[in-house]
């Protein structure tokens, strides 16, 4: 893991959100864009030595809306940046980690994704995000 890419926090309304985050925070809006493999629209904003990134779902059956019906709106995952992400999702599966998937997925900016699952981090799930050759968005 080379570093904490950013924390991603599920919403219910991205306009709202952003509102509080731009406005009454006073955080930057990196960008917005929709990520169709993972059924979310995404909003990056910089706080400083991190970014955060905000989930709306676009589909009542996503993760993040399930997400948000079973535990409300707030963090939904940690993103740790990594190079090289099937070597690293094969080295976790070796080591008894339990992925949500085989092989890695589309993410935003470019990069691609991969989830370790909850059960085998302590309840915290965790991104893997590899933007190799991507730029740093």
Avoid: W
């Avoid at 919403?11 to 709202?16: A, G, I, K």
């Avoid at 930057?28 to 910089?46: M, N, W």
């Avoid at 948000?68 to 940046?81: D, M």
């Amino acid at each position: 893991m080379k570093k904490v890419d950013h924390i991603g926090i599920a919403v219910r309304s991205m306009e709202e959100a952003l509102d509080y985050y731009i406005h009454t925070v006073g955080l930057e809006l990196l960008g917005i864009e929709e990520v169709p493999s993972q059924q979310v629209k995404v909003a990056f904003l910089d706080a400083g030595n991190i970014k955060l990134e905000l989930l709306e779902p676009t589909n009542e059956d996503s993760a993040v809306a399930k997400f948000i019906s079973k535990r409300g709106e707030g963090i939904h995952h940690v993103a740790f940046g990594v190079s090289d992400i099937r070597s690293r999702m094969a080295e976790l599966k070796e080591k008894g980690v339990q992925l949500l998937s085989e092989n890695p997925k589309p993410g935003a900016g470019g990069a691609e994704v991969a989830f370790l699952h909850p059960k085998s981090s302590f309840g915290v799930l965790y991104e893997l995000c590899d933007k190799s050759g991507k730029g740093d968005k």
